[in-house]
């Protein structure tokens, strides 16, 4: 089981950046690092997710050009960079291992850290 830990959230105003870290044990076990976002009344959506071996990315298109996800795998680390936030973009984010697809259906990963809150005020 892969075991994951994300950091990186906070409070900011629209258009400020925020860069997420998610912290991820067995790294090379998994296929497939995702982030998703869950908004209170709202279903999980995947935002961005990274093959770890390929290195291909996926993005929801909500947030295409404005996120960006990278991987540095001597660190067992993936970072989701945000920018040009919007409030629509507050929420839990999650990270996730997994090894199916499509890679931004949250029924493809199997393995979720904690979550770290973001928040965008106008």
């Known amino acids: 089981r892969v075991q994951l830990v994300e950091s990186g959230g906070g409070s900011v105003q629209a258009g400020e950046s925020l860069r997420l870290s998610c912290a991820a044990s067995e790294y090379y076990s998994t296929l497939l690092i995702g982030w998703f976002r869950q908004a209170p009344g709202k279903e999980r959506e995947g935002v961005a997710s990274?093959?770890?071996?390929?290195?291909?990315?996926d993005y929801a298109d909500s947030v295409k050009g404005r996120f960006t996800i990278s991987q540095d795998g001597a660190k067992n680390m993936v970072y989701l960079q945000m920018n040009s936030l919007k409030p629509d973009d507050s929420a839990m984010y999650y990270c996730?291992?997994?090894?199916?697809?499509?890679?931004?259906?949250?029924?493809?990963?199997?393995?979720w850290g904690q979550g770290t809150q973001v928040t965008v005020s106008s």
């Open positions: 990274i093959n770890i071996i390929g290195g291909a990315q």
């Open positions: 996730a291992a997994g090894r199916r697809w499509p890679p931004l259906d949250p029924n493809s990963y199997t393995d």
